[in-house]
């Protein structure tokens, strides 16, 4: 059985890619990666530091600087301003993902680092189906991802009054898969944008960004709450176990001082 073709692999990029359009990717990635850095420095902040914390003020300005970025148009002389907004949005996300990481942390401190290889290696998969794809093949998923996007949206505003944990379990694998849809959707679109000019990379990088934090709070929470789960379980057994011998061998001698 032959081994992995690097050059065949190689060669099917260079077939779908056209020449600008892999320029144009690498400097998404890039941007991405160094978005991706930022973020993770900010949850070490928020863990680490009495620098800042996640809360409000911390979501408004995530929010805020993102707005800010969409509506700043993409022009040579404003790169860097752009790039710096970017970089504010991740640092302020990735503290927002503070608490999340916090809790991770207290069940097992390697939840963490498996939420993000997890994260990783889905997120490479889906950019890669994306990229051998034909052109344009995944387009199509853009309005059902918004639809289930949105359902699941009002079902967590439901959830809030009912409580439900099968909603919850519903909403949390549902929402993971809808954000794989989006990075192979979000993927091809870059390309798409690309090939008509758009050569905005840094808003392209915190489409992806986005993506990408979705997919690792949904599975770091799945991870965490699995664990606890499995944890909780495991008390109750223990708990079971020492109640039982507990009742057996004290139940004799209360017989023997009856007697």
């Given at each position: 059985m032959d081994g992995i073709n690097l050059e065949r692999f190689a060669t099917g990029l260079t077939e779908n890619l056209e020449a600008p359009v892999r320029s144009h990717l690498k400097n998404v990635y890039a941007t991405l990666t160094l978005t991706g850095a930022a973020a993770a420095a900010g949850g070490y902040v928020h863990m680490y530091s009495s620098l800042m914390g996640a809360g409000l003020m911390t979501g408004i300005g995530a929010i805020a600087c993102l707005l800010f970025l969409a509506a700043t148009p993409h022009q040579g002389k404003?790169?860097?301003?752009?790039?710096?907004?970017?970089?504010v949005f991740a640092l302020l996300s990735g503290c927002n993902l503070g608490p999340l990481l916090d809790m991770a942390f207290f069940v097992d401190p390697t939840l963490v680092m498996q939420a993000l290889l997890g994260t990783a290696v889905v997120f490479a998969c889906f950019s890669l189906a994306a990229l051998y794809a034909p052109r344009g093949h995944y387009l199509y998923l853009g309005a059902t991802l918004m639809s289930v996007l949105s359902t699941l949206?009002?079902?967590?505003?439901?959830?809030?009054?009912?409580?439900?944990?099968?909603?919850f379990q519903?909403?949390?694998?549902?929402?993971l898969a809808v954000m794989c849809g989006f990075i192979v959707f979000d993927t091809q679109n870059i390309c798409e944008k690309a090939r008509r000019g758009?050569?905005?990379f840094?808003?392209?990088?915190?489409?992806?960004f986005i993506d990408f934090i979705a997919v690792?709070?949904?599975?770091?929470?799945?991870?965490t709450d699995k664990l606890a789960q499995d944890q909780v379980r495991s008390v109750e057994r223990t708990i079971s176990k020492l109640l039982y011998n507990f009742y057996r061998?004290?139940?004799?001698n209360s017989t023997l001082k009856v007697k």
């Open positions: 404003n790169v860097p301003m752009r790039l710096g907004l970017l970089g949206f009002w079902l967590y505003l439901a959830n809030i009054f009912f409580g439900s944990r099968l909603i519903v909403n949390l694998y549902i929402g758009d050569k905005d840094i808003m392209h990088a915190a489409e992806l690792f709070r949904r599975l770091l929470i799945i991870l061998f004290s139940k004799p």
